[in-house]
Each structure stands twice: as C-alpha cells, then as structure tokens.
C-alpha cells in the first residue's frame, strides 16, 4: 500500500467506525437498561394496587397465585404460557403464598434473606410483602409486544444511523485525504522537475495551512536555486569578462616586448604594474568572498570604541576629501558602548562604503560618518547627498559584479566591494541595508549586536 490517499482514508475509516461502534453499543446497551428499569417500575406499581385492592376486597389472599399468573399486566409481553411470575408473595407474617420462581408456598422467609421486598398495605397497615426476583438478567421480551416493538425500532435507528455514520466517514475521509495528498504529490512531481534541471519550477499554494506554508517555501527556494545559479552564471562570465581586460593588455604588452616591436619604457611598465595590480586585487576579492560563504572567513575580533572606527575611516579619506572639495564629518557620542569587531574587517567595510560615496558625489557635496546605539545594538551609517541609487538598482546592489550602470567604464574596481561587505557583517552577526532617493545621496546603514 504505497498511496498516502488511501491510507489516510483508511485511517480515518478506520478511527470513525471504531467510534461509531463504541457511542452505538454504548447508546444502546443504557437504553435497554433505562427502559427495563421503567417497565418494572410500572409493572411493580400497577402490581401494589392490584394486590392492594384484592386483599381489600377478600379480606385474605386465597387464590392468589392463580391472578398472578393470569395477569394480564405481565412485564414486558411476558407469554400467557409461563407459570410463574418473577415474584413471590408474603403475607404479613412473611409466610410465603406465592413462591414464583424461588420460594415454595409455607415457607417462612427471613427479612434478610429476600432479594428485594416491598410492603403491601391497605389503609395504612402492612398486609403483606412483595418480593421481586433479582437473580435474572432481565425480564424476557415476548415477541411482537409493544415493548420489543419499542427496542427493535430503536435498534434499528441505531443501526441505520451507524451505517449513515459509517458512509459520512469514508467519504469525508476519503476528500481530506485528498486535501493532504494532492499537494505533496504536487511537491513531489515539483521535486523531480527541479532535479532535472527545470530551476525556479512554482507549485500552486492551495491552503494557508502547514501544507500551504511548505509549497510557499518550496516555491521560495526553486526561485532562490534558479536565482544563485543564474548569478553563478553571471558571476562567471563577470569574472572572465574582468580578468580578460588586464590579461589582454598584458599579454599584448609582453608579446610586442618579446617580438621586440615595442621598447620598455617606465610608462609601459607602469601600466603593466597597475593591471597586475587589479589582478591580484580582483583575486583577493574572490578569495574573501569564497572564505566568507563557507563561514572560514578569519576574524580577529577585539573591543573598540565606535567613534575611533569612525575617525580612522575619515582620517584615510581626508586628502581625497579635500581634493574633491568634499566635507567629511564623523558624529559619534564620545559615551557610546564598546563593540568586539575584527577592526581591520571593519574598516574594509566602511572604507568600501565611503569610496563609493566619494565615487556618486559631486564637488561641495558631504558625507557624514555616524554611529548610534540602543540597548542592544549599535549603527553605523555612512551617509551622502550624492546622485543617490535607483530604485530598479537598490534592491540589487548587494549582488556580486552587479552594474547598475552598464555604460560605466572600468574603473579598476572589482565589483564585488559591497559583496564582500555584506559577507564581512554577515560574518560579525550582523546587518547592512541601503536605502536612497535618486537625488538624494544614499545611506548605508550597518547594525551590529553589542553581545
């Protein structure tokens, strides 16, 4: 049995028949008890007023025994053919006269030693006792009598309402079942499909249930697979497309020294110097991105004071300020926490940060360097009024090689700077988010745990 359709089906058959079958024979069972137990009630009143009144009418209880025997009141459509009554009587010396199915007549029979004995009184003095037979299970029900009829009907409704009971249960078995099946099968084929090489295949989110949130997660992970691999590819070409430039004003460089068409000259090796340069730099790049995504990135982390971070940056970016006719300023409270970063890392970061900030901003522009804490967390920002970023770029702009403006000329950078930075705050435990208007200047803001 290899359907989950069908087992499931089976198993909520199975739970509802077993239920079924218990509340029925519990339904019925209490009321075969309930309805003897007001038949005999009613038979053993009706008896007290006869016997009353025959005493009364007699003076004695000669002949006795043949009325109760002939009783037309018999419980429970006793047949006309039984001799004795499930009773005995006594007179009011408790002799016995009428034995029924234990006791023989003459006998006298102890108060303790009777079952059960009601006594029998006419104006108020007792004239003898009534004693109900409790050794049988139950009266006998005589068929076609108005009391078998009842509990036959009542059976019957049992039955049929079990059998109803029954069928409802199979068939909502059988649609929740279906419910629960259909999208795991749906997963199950989307899986298939994805290890084939269909990337970024969506399964249909049918319930808001756990099932819905797991078709929901499938679907964000084929669509975060096909993205990683379609960046993959990029990143690739990207990285060829960017060591093919330097390469190829290497090569051509040595090749026309090496045919002797061209003479060395400072200039010549200056920008073969400056290539290999952007060589090893793309090369570090890809190395720490790698070292960051497998979590072997090497920190050396100690407590520093956010402020000195900060006047660090702005002291190496000075001169490039000052040329650019640029202000920049650091704002940070001289009582802000400690915070236990690889500082060296740190400065990667923010030094990243205010490069591309000095990059998008023009003359008589400002970047400002601050930091802030909460209870716990601390933020840094670096913030422009530069050009700012596009809306279709922002959300990209962390992606590696990303050009939001494919237009611009190779400027010696990687394209991996800010990559590299979120990998690098990643690694801390922490954040970095940007946000920007175009024409606004953009702001990059880290938030790191003081923990």
């Known amino acids: 049995m290899r359907s989950l359709s069908l087992k499931l089906t089976l198993a909520f058959l199975f739970v509802g028949v077993i ?75 408790r002799i016995v ?51 078998a009829i009842f509990l036959q009907n009542v059976n019957n409704a049992a039955f049929y309402g079990a059998l109803g009971a029954i069928v409802i249960a199979l068939l909502l078995g059988a649609l929740l079942a279906r419910t629960i099946s259909r999208p795991v099968r749906e997963l199950t084929d989307a899986t298939q499909i994805v290890a ?25 992970m084929s669509a975060d697979l096909a993205d990683s691999v379609q960046l993959r590819r990029q990143m690739t070409a990207d990285i060829a497309h960017d060591l093919r430039t330097p390469l190829t004003v290497l090569m051509g460089y040595t090749e026309s020294l090496t045919d002797g068409k061209l003479q060395g000259s400072p200039e010549m090796y200056r920008i073969m110097h400056k290539e290999t340069q952007h060589l090893s730099r793309l090369i570090d790049d890809l190395r720490t991105l790698s070292l960051a995504d497998a979590g072997e990135l090497p920190l050396t982390r100690r407590e520093i004071a956010p402020q000195e971070l900060l006047a660090r940056i702005a002291e190496a970016y000075q001169v490039q300020a000052q040329q650019q006719s640029i202000a920049l300023t650091v704002r940070a409270a001289s009582d802000l926490p400690l915070i236990n970063v690889d500082p060296d890392r740190m400065a990667q970061v923010l030094g990243n940060l205010v490069s591309n900030a000095f990059r998008y901003t023009l003359a008589g522009g400002e970047i400002v360097l601050t930091a802030v804490a909460d209870p716990t967390h601390l933020r840094l920002r670096v913030q422009d009024n530069g050009s700012g970023i596009a809306p279709d770029d922002l959300p990209h ?34 954040k970095i988010k940007a946000e920007s208007s175009p024409g606004q200047g953009a702001t990059f803001t880290i938030t790191l745990p003081l923990s």
């Open 397 to 430: 702009i962390f992606s590696r090689f990303y050009r939001g403006n494919e237009s611009r000329t190779h400027n010696g950078e990687s394209g991996l700077g800010l990559a590299i930075a979120r990998s690098i705050i990643k690694t801390h435990g922490g």
């Open 196 to 220: 084939q090489g269909d990337l970024g295949h969506q399964v249909p989110v049918r319930t808001q249930d756990e099932l819905g949130e797991l078709a929901a997660s499938f679907n964000q």
């Open 19 to 93: 239920s079924i079958v218990l509340v029925t024979s519990f339904v019925r069972r209490q009321t075969e008890r309930e309805f003897d137990q007001f038949v005999l009630s009613r038979f053993e009143t009706d008896l007290l007023n006869e016997l009353s009144n025959y005493y009364a009418q007699t003076g004695s209880w000669e002949g006795i025994g043949a009325i109760l025997v002939r009783s037309r009141d018999r419980p429970m459509g006793m047949s006309p053919d039984r001799q004795f009554a499930p009773i005995a009587l006594l007179d009011e010396n």
């Open 97 to 147: 006269v009428y034995g029924g199915l234990r006791y023989h007549a003459g006998e006298r029979v102890a108060q303790r030693a009777s079952s059960r004995d009601v006594p029998i009184e006419v104006d108020g003095v007792t004239i003898g006792y009534l004693i109900f037979d409790t050794l049988r299970n139950r009266i006998p029900q005589g068929a076609g009598s108005p009391e």
